[in-house]
């Protein structure tokens, strides 16, 4: 009965290959996010879906792309992985979205190495 | 109790004494304010959260403190226990905003 499941746990890959993590939610929520936290916690977020509706797309490299199926489900698809792609990637969600105040779910994390 | 003046990367609290972390938020516009908890191999935990129109507002064995006028927020955390050693994130936006932006953390390591 998890709220927000990420898969998968670890992901270990070359560099140039192409990967995806999975991200799902089943608490209902309107909105999911992907963040990404580097090797010093620095949290950031990278983008936002709000019923499969893009609304925040930081500046990130166009190399990441994110896939929204369903409004319980945001997947994060990264081509050409680079050494500086290594970092812990957490998905969220949130009930409405429209304001801030719905607190953020967020899932076990992903761990990304890219050799 | 331990407290950090300003924001330090980490702070190490003897158990069942009282720990304040600090974080400086950049935005005078940040009208909501969060405390996440992160332990080690998880995802961040809600905590607390504030809004710009309260200076403090307390949980269980938490209170936040907000002073806008020098845009500052601190996480007491009472009786500190070996379960609250984690990272301490503190966060800040605006309502009408979808997006956190997250301070750096706060490692807390509580001693036996």
């Known amino acids: 009965d998890t709220a927000v499941s990420q898969t998968p746990k670890y992901l270990v890959t070359q560099m140039g290959n192409d990967k995806s993590i999975k991200c799902e939610q089943n608490l209902g929520h309107d909105t999911m996010y992907w963040y990404k936290q580097d090797s010093k916690k620095f949290l950031k977020i990278m983008f936002s879906y709000n019923n499969k509706e893009l609304i925040i797309n930081e500046t990130v490299p166009n190399r990441f792309s994110p896939k929204s199926p369903d409004k319980a489900h945001l997947n994060l698809h990264i081509n050409s992985l680079e050494l500086g792609d290594s970092a812990v990637y957490f998905c969220?969600?949130?009930?409405?979205?429209?304001?801030?105040?719905?607190?953020?779910?967020f899932g076990p994390g992903t761990r990304l190495t890219v050799l | 109790g331990e407290s950090v003046g300003l924001h330090l990367p980490t702070l190490s609290v003897q158990e069942g004494d009282n720990s304040i972390i600090n974080c400086a938020y950049s935005n005078s516009a940040s009208d909501y304010f969060i405390w996440y908890k992160q332990e080690s191999g998880k995802g961040p935990q809600f905590i607390i959260d504030i809004r710009s129109n309260m200076d403090k507002r307390q949980g269980q064995r938490v209170t936040v403190l907000l002073n806008k006028t020098v845009k500052h927020l601190s996480l007491q955390i009472a009786a500190t226990q070996p379960g609250d050693s984690a990272v301490y994130f503190c966060?800040?936006?605006?309502?009408?905003?979808?997006?956190?932006?997250f301070g750096a953390g706060t490692t807390v390591t509580v001693r036996a």
């Open positions: 969220a969600s949130s009930q409405r979205g429209r304001s801030t105040a719905d607190t953020q779910y």
């Open positions: 966060a800040e936006t605006h309502l009408n905003d979808y997006k956190l932006s």
